[in-house]
Nanobody, 119 residues
Framework: QVQLVESGGGLVQAGGSLRLSCASS????????MGWYRQGPGKQRELVASLTRGGTTNYLDSVKGRFTVSRDNAKNTLYLQMNSLKPEDTAVYYC?????????????WGQGTQVTVSS
């Protein structure tokens, strides 16, 4: 079974930085794309950043210029570098992967990692 394991969350002051990691148990080339979602208290889950297999990135407007999504193919790991963090970035962050159709897998989610930004 394919697994995604997130790490790197924590408590940080406003203006600080964190880097989230998402390690895949399978080659990330098995996926058409990967992304980071978040769900804040009382809010719906939203897409924060995505990265396609071809390298195209997409960001939520509110994080553009502050967050950067990247990957290390050799380590099968997706990253989210978060700078200039704001209290409104507080949420549980989830890694997501869309498998290639040929794998027969369903969409994969990690277990989530908590990010808390204090004012």
């Amino acid at each position: 079974q394919v697994q995604l394991v997130e790490s790197g969350g924590g408590l940080v002051q406003a203006g600080g930085s964190l880097r989230l990691s998402c390690a895949s148990s399978e080659s990330i080339f098995s996926f058409t794309g990967m992304g980071w979602y978040r769900q804040g208290p009382g809010k719906q889950r939203e897409l924060v950043a995505s990265l396609t297999r071809g390298g195209t990135t997409n960001y939520l407007d509110s994080v553009k210029g502050r967050f950067t999504v990247s990957r290390d193919n050799a380590k099968n790991t997706l990253y989210l570098q978060m700078n200039s963090l704001k209290p409104e970035d507080t949420a549980v962050y989830y890694c997501n992967a869309i498998p290639n159709f040929s794998t027969g897998w369903s969409t994969i989610w990690g277990q989530g990692t908590q990010v808390t930004v204090s004012s």
